[in-house]
């Protein structure tokens, strides 16, 4: 470990490390799987565009 920071002291933002820190923070465990993509919207539709998401199921 302490070869890691020896060299580079900025070396854990590149890399795999960073991208799981960067989706999970510290806490591996947080990292789900998504299960559903579909946004609705809580704005009033009167107003604005229909609360369904443009995105679509395939």
Known sequence: MK???SGDRFAWLR???FSRHT???LNPVNIEILKEFLILSELDP???S???SA???N
């Open 55 to 57: 995105s679509r199921r």
């Open 15 to 17: 890399g795999n490390e």
């Open 50 to 52: 229909p609360p369904e």
């Open 3 to 5: 070869l890691l920071f």
């Open 23 to 25: 989706l999970a923070g």
């Open 46 to 48: 009167a107003v604005h």
